[in-house]
């Protein structure tokens, strides 16, 4: 019924940036919060940012002043502007948002996840 579709990952060298998109379609009657997770080999998945539909913003410590997490309610979709990348941000990254369908509660969808890596 709901599908994210990531895009924006790849291989950047130390302090470069990237950004990340991730894109909700179906039939989707309303998105509450939008986050990004990530996880690195042989880690438990971490969130990184969440940012509500009214656009309030948290972001885990290791990344604040870095990343910036955004969306486009028009487009149903979320950014993640990702600066002054280091080698520890290398991870698989995740979208997540809580969606909802006609008539239908709110439900936590997944992407399919995107590969960041960040050379030395």
């Known amino acids: 019924q709901v599908q994210l579709v990531e895009s924006g990952g790849g291989l950047v060298q130390a302090g470069g940036s990237l950004r990340l998109s991730c894109a909700a379609s179906?039939?989707?009657?309303?998105?509450?919060?939008m986050a990004w997770y990530r996880q690195a080999p042989g880690k438990q998945r971490e969130l990184v940012a969440t940012i509500t539909r009214g656009g309030s913003t948290n972001y885990v410590d290791s990344v604040k002043g870095r990343f910036t997490i955004s969306r486009d309610n028009t487009k149903n979709t979320v950014y993640l502007e990702m600066n002054s990348l280091k080698p520890e941000d290398t991870a698989v990254y995740y979208c997540n948002a809580e969606c909802s369908v006609p008539g239908g509660p709110y439900v936590a969808y997944w992407g399919q996840g995107t590969q960041v890596t960040v050379s030395p």
């Open positions: 179906g039939s989707i009657f309303s998105i509450n919060s």
